[in-house]
């Protein structure tokens, strides 16, 4: 018991929490305007190994780490614009085009890593984004080094939280994306149109995704392995669900699973004679759990995962 | 008079049907016109064109005298025509607020101003008697409060025009005369409206001048005030239709027989206390407002439900178990009230839905394999029997229009010979020809022999259909009068739940029979 209440009440815990949620939080945001627009993209797995390659070889051959970071976004928004072209117009199943292409996405990602890098051993490391002490806030004890010394990525994401809740809830064009994903053809008879709206949203949600993968290499693990992703795309589509498609909600899904993947890495090296696989277990578990308790809940876009065809009902 | 609206010449061709055969047509400033014409006459492909989600092969629109640049909805939008859609195009996750908001304010401006749309829409809604409350999610309204949003949507864009695509097809007879004085009230106030239809009741009752559409062409116009039911029949379907007349009843056994009747009606209006007989050859009318309890009695009778309290007795027997297969077994066919959420399977063939209820009758399978050859052959007897117009054996059934659907759907049923007939809204939605189609194949199936429940709102068609009638109120039936006693203000006061002691009396006449 004693062990448990050391581990909460350490720094290092709390400020992994927010670190570890991160590359969720961009992900989970990622999702979350694609199927608010009404499009599954289970690309992310992909998208989000390929944006961690192209984050870190940019930044590898000479760049500076915004850089990396836009050449992420920049190749998610290409993989999103696939999905869309795959997707929107064509009206093919987004399953199976997702899955499409979060298998070519990681293989193409270690194609190129091994073009770069063709004889190395051990992945050849990049001089990584480092803590950004916010002035004075971080001086707070217990609170600052846990919310205000992480790094710009981190505070990146928090605000993309905040603006991206303004954009769905604030703004005409977020209106018109709930709209999409609960009725193209009101959008459509409103004189928008639904298909573009598609499409671009699908480009920015993917950007995000890209953005998260790049997280890993140039905030996290400083260098690329092409397993690194982990199924961590696979639980930012949970987290949507989770999150009941609000971004707000997202950022507390995010934090909770890194709290227990925290809790859960701490414990590993503290209670011995259990194997570490159940601790590894642990969070994916709680993760059910929430989700059971809170998908009866969701309200789904209705019009997700359909295809939205003109003059068609 | 201003001119507000004029189509001239509009042409317009799917693949080789002609959908609209250079129609031309205006509206004047605060007039009401009808577009009349039975389902496929090319009535929605126009309003399509005008609204510009379809661009015409040939032809113009102009609004107020401006050409309108085709297969442009903003266009439209901009120049005043507001389109009301039969499936009403809301989201209904989200609020009423924000269905009629989107596509308002420019795209990119970063901030909506939510309190003056709020403040826009409270005044619409005041000006033209139309209630809403704003921040109601669009899933918690009823239909015809959805509808509400539809019209308020279009006037929120500065309609003048206002287009209704068959605005009353699922609304109740209450709501629809609610949204005609609406109408009425709006071109009062200098609004122009067309609505679609095919209901000659609701056309006399609702427009200013007709506009008859048949095969794609305009085929007649008349000032509402000139012309008659008769006649717009008669244009519309192109040929004298006549409803079928009801020869004498010769009632015989009792073939079934509900004695206290109760549901809890989950979802749907319960029943408390229902008693009824229904004899061999006779049709038993049961009218109502909707929501009284009718769709629960029809679920009972077909074997959907199962009452918790009293009996339900086919031939004298009670029915052993309240399920469907048990139902059909006791010779009880059903035509249920929505036919594509219960009558077929959309997406699967002809065959298929033909002999869907039947699937285990020797006839179709044998040791558990259908026997498809015996299944499509009695699927195309049932196609040129009943005269299933559009439809191919192995296509898909969504493909057909509301009237072939329940003419296939009458087919399956009546081919099986069933002793008990429930019809629950066995028209709503078809044109006349269908109509009148309907009503033959029932009136022959009573002349058979069969007993048939009728459960309809159309006043109409029971009176036409029924030999005797009774109102279903608050889950309760009044008791039955005679069809030849029944008129339109004796059925409203039963609907209204207004019956008197001597009827009771002679309720227990007639059951006695």
């Known amino acids: ?313 | 008079m201003t001119r507000v609206l004029e189509l001239d010449g509009i042409t317009k061709r799917f693949g080789a049907t002609l959908a609209n055969d250079d129609v031309s047509l205006h509206l004047d400033r605060g007039e009401v016109v009808a577009l009349l014409g039975e389902n496929g006459a090319g009535k929605t492909t126009l309003m399509s064109i005008l609204f510009g989600h379809y661009t015409a092969d040939a032809g113009e629109v102009r609004v107020e005298g401006r050409a309108l640049p085709p297969g442009r909805a903003r266009a439209a939008i901009r120049a005043g025509v507001g389109m009301v859609h039969q499936h009403f195009a809301l989201a209904p996750n989200l609020t009423v607020l924000e269905n009629v908001m989107t596509g308002t304010e420019p795209l990119w401006r970063p901030r909506s101003d939510r309190a003056a749309a709020r403040r826009r829409l409270a005044g619409l809604a005041e000006r033209f008697g139309l209630p809403v409350e704003p921040e109601a999610r669009v899933s918690d309204l009823s239909v015809g409060e959805r509808q509400r949003v539809e019209i308020l949507k279009a006037l929120y864009n500065e309609a003048r025009i206002l287009i209704l695509d068959e605005p009353t097809a699922v609304l109740t007879t209450q709501q629809a005369e609610r949204l005609f004085a609406t109408l009425r009230e709006m071109a009062a106030q200098g609004l122009s409206i067309i609505f679609i239809s095919h209901k000659l009741h609701e056309v006399m009752s609702a427009s200013d001048r007709v506009v008859v559409l048949r095969g794609g062409r305009v085929v007649a116009e008349r000032a509402t005030a000139e012309t008659d039911k008769g006649e717009l029949a008669e244009l519309m379907v192109g040929r004298k239709v006549e409803r079928p007349a009801r020869p004498p009843a010769r009632p015989g056994a009792v073939l079934l027989e509900a004695a206290d009747l109760h549901v809890a009606g989950k979802g749907g209006a319960a029943l408390n206390g229902v008693d009824f007989r229904l004899h061999a050859g006779e049709t038993l009318g049961i009218i109502g407002v909707s929501g009284n309890g009718q769709t629960t009695l029809a679920g009972v009778v077909s074997g959907l439900l199962a009452p918790e309290r009293g009996a339900l007795r086919v031939h004298g027997a009670a029915l052993r178990r309240h399920d469907v297969p048990h139902a059909i077994a006791a010779g009880i066919g059903r035509i249920p009230e929505d036919r594509n959420a219960e009558g077929v399977v959309g997406d699967m063939s002809t065959w298929e839905n033909a002999v869907l209820e039947r699937l285990w009758a020797p006839e179709f399978s044998r040791r558990g394999v259908v026997r498809r050859g015996a299944a499509r052959a009695a699927a195309a007897r049932i196609l040129t029997d009943y005269d299933v117009r559009g439809a191919r054996v192995d296509g898909r059934v969504r493909l057909l229009s509301g009237g072939n659907m329940q003419k296939l759907i009458l087919g399956r049923v009546l081919e099986a010979g069933p002793d008990i007939l429930v019809a629950a809204q066995p028209s709503r939605g078809l044109d006349e020809g269908a109509i009148a189609d309907v009503h033959r194949r029932l009136i022959a199936a009573r002349e058979r022999g069969a007993g048939v429940l009728l459960i309809s709102e159309d006043l109409d068609e029971v009176i036409a259909l029924a030999d005797r009638i009774r109102a279903i109120v608050g889950g309760r039936l009044s008791p039955a009068i005679p069809a030849e006693r029944a008129d339109a203000r004796r059925l409203g006061l039963m609907m209204a739940g207004d019956w008197t002691e001597a009827e009771t009396i002679e309720r227990e006449a007639a059951d006695a029979l």
């Open chain 1, 1 to 313: 018991m004693s062990v448990i209440l050391d581990i909460l009440a350490s720094v290092g815990m709390w400020e992994a929490v927010l670190r570890i949620a991160t590359p969720l939080i961009l992900g989970t945001l990622g999702v979350l305007l694609c199927e608010r627009v009404g499009v599954l993209n289970l690309g992310i797995e992909g998208i989000m190994t390929f944006g961690a390659m192209i984050g870190w070889l940019t930044v590898y051959s000479g760049a500076d780490l915004w850089t990396g970071l836009a050449a992420a976004a920049l190749a998610g928004a290409a993989f999103g614009m696939l999905h869309a072209a795959l997707t929107v117009p064509l009206g093919l199943s987004q399953h199976v085009t997702g899955l499409g292409i979060t298998l070519f996405a990681s293989s193409f990602s270690y194609y190129i890593f091994r073009l770069a890098v063709p004889t190395a051993s051990s992945p050849p490391t990049v001089e990584p984004f480092r803590p950004l002490p916010v002035p004075g806030l971080s001086e707070i004890p217990f609170l600052g080094p846990v919310l205000f010394n992480q790094t710009a990525p981190t505070y990146l994401a928090l605000a993309l939280v905040a603006l991206l809740a303004w954009g769905l809830y604030r703004t005409p064009l977020g209106l018109a994306v709930r709209m999409t994903g609960e009725n193209p053809h009101a959008v459509e008879a409103q004189g928008i149109d639904p298909i573009r709206l598609r499409i671009g949203t699908i480009m920015a949600g993917s950007a995000l995704m890209g953005v998260a993968g790049a997280f890993l290499t140039l905030a996290a693990f400083n260098s690329f392995f092409p397993t690194m992703v982990q199924g961590r795309g696979w639980i930012c589509i949970a987290l949507v669900v989770f999150a009941l498609w609000r971004p707000g909600r997202a950022l507390l899904g995010a934090l909770l699973f890194a709290f227990f993947d925290a809790f859960q890495l701490r414990l590993q090296t503290a209670v011995e004679g259990v194997p570490y696989q159940l601790f590894l277990m642990l969070p994916y578990l709680l993760s059910i759990l929430a989700l059971i308790v809170m998908a009866r809940r969701a309200r789904v876009p209705q019009a997700l995962m359909q295809p939205y065809r003109r003059g068609e009902r």
